[in-house]
């Protein structure tokens, strides 16, 4: 009987944990169906649709650089992606992957590639999927998010010619990376804490310490000081004090040094030699015989380059842009 009776708690035992299993997958099923389609209401939304056409043609440039690794200038593989990832600091290469498995197949296109910029802000939002799914139904979602795009591709450099020129030429020569996005975000929302703490807002300041701590881990910089001193200041068990906020504006910015690239940017020996291709064919200026210190905006691409999406309801329109012209270029 005692057996018996241990043999039938047992079985309920794995039928609740079974049970709780698919519940969780349930939920996490849920979750991603929302954030999928909330990151999609935003995409189409006409400020961010504003963003991303005022800088289609240098993305365009910085995608193109990157598929010419693999010979294929219409796509980018899994690699590429990390490889954009890691020249401009965007996010760590465990995330990126999670991302390319979301808005693509074996390859991703240049539509997939634009959509995959507001999943990457996501995940700098949050780590988790739930959250995330809420953070995009939220009713300021969308300017939260034309934001951060125009943050993001002011840290690309994409209004500076010269400039993004420069990266693209470091990371392929000496994997020198462009500084964490992340570390720069969180460098701000820092200093933006103090006014919260001086307010007493302290459920406030805990959302924030929460959200960086995302951040640092999506972008893979969480195991250094920054991830140290965050973990700290969310475990004080109070509001933390205007000193201890500068050390961590201290560490965020200390985290925003340029660092080698995950794995090596510069091609081993014996490579393909089309990985050493980034910046010496980066399509910008003069490449057409244009001048390479023009606007980042106004240079045309060619024209296979502006072939239609797949003819899909959601795809945006290639040529959005034209015509949008952007930041003067810094000599």
């Not at 849920?30 to 240098?58: C, H, I, M, Y």
């Not at 933390?240 to 504006?249: G, N, V």
């Amino acid at each position: 009987e005692t057996q018996a009776a241990e043999a039938e708690k047992e079985r309920k035992r794995k039928e609740q944990a079974k049970q709780r299993a698919l519940s969780k997958n349930k939920s996490r099923g849920e979750a991603e169906k929302r954030q999928k389609e909330g990151l999609q209401t935003v995409f189409f939304a006409d400020p961010v649709q504003t963003v991303l056409s005022e800088n289609l043609q240098p993305l365009r440039k910085v995608f193109d650089a990157f598929a010419k690794i693999g010979g294929d200038i219409n796509s980018i593989d899994l690699a590429e992606y990390g490889k954009w990832g890691s020249c401009f600091g965007v996010l760590g290469h465990k995330v990126l992957k999670e991302i390319f498995k979301q808005v693509a197949g074996p390859k991703m296109d240049f539509p997939a590639f634009q959509k995959s910029l507001l999943h990457c802000l996501a995940y700098l939002q949050a780590a988790d999927i739930q959250q995330q799914a809420d953070l995009v139904e939220a009713d300021d979602a969308v300017q939260t998010f034309a934001q951060l795009l125009k943050d993001l591709f002011k840290h690309m450099h994409l209004d500076s010619v010269p400039a993004l020129r420069n990266t693209l030429k470091d990371f392929q020569t000496a994997g020198t990376c462009r500084p964490p996005f992340a570390a720069q975000q969180i460098a701000a929302k820092a200093r933006d804490l103090s006014s919260k703490v001086a307010e007493g807002d302290g459920d406030a300041v805990q959302k924030d310490l929460q959200q960086m701590e995302a951040m640092a881990s999506a972008a893979g910089v969480a195991e250094g000081e920054l991830g140290n001193t965050l973990t700290n200041l969310r475990d004080l068990g109070r509001a933390p004090t205007r000193q201890e906020l500068d050390s961590l504006a201290t560490a965020a910015e200390q985290a925003k040094q340029s660092s080698k690239a995950e794995g090596g940017a510069k091609p081993t020996p014996g490579e393909d030699d089309r990985s050493a291709a980034v910046a010496d064919t980066l399509p910008i200026g003069s490449t057409r015989g244009g001048n390479p210190e023009e606007k980042a905006g106004d240079d045309k691409p060619p024209q296979q380059e502006e072939e239609a999406p797949p003819a899909q309801t959601d795809e945006p329109p290639a040529d959005r842009g034209k015509g949008t012209e952007s930041t003067e270029a810094t000599p």
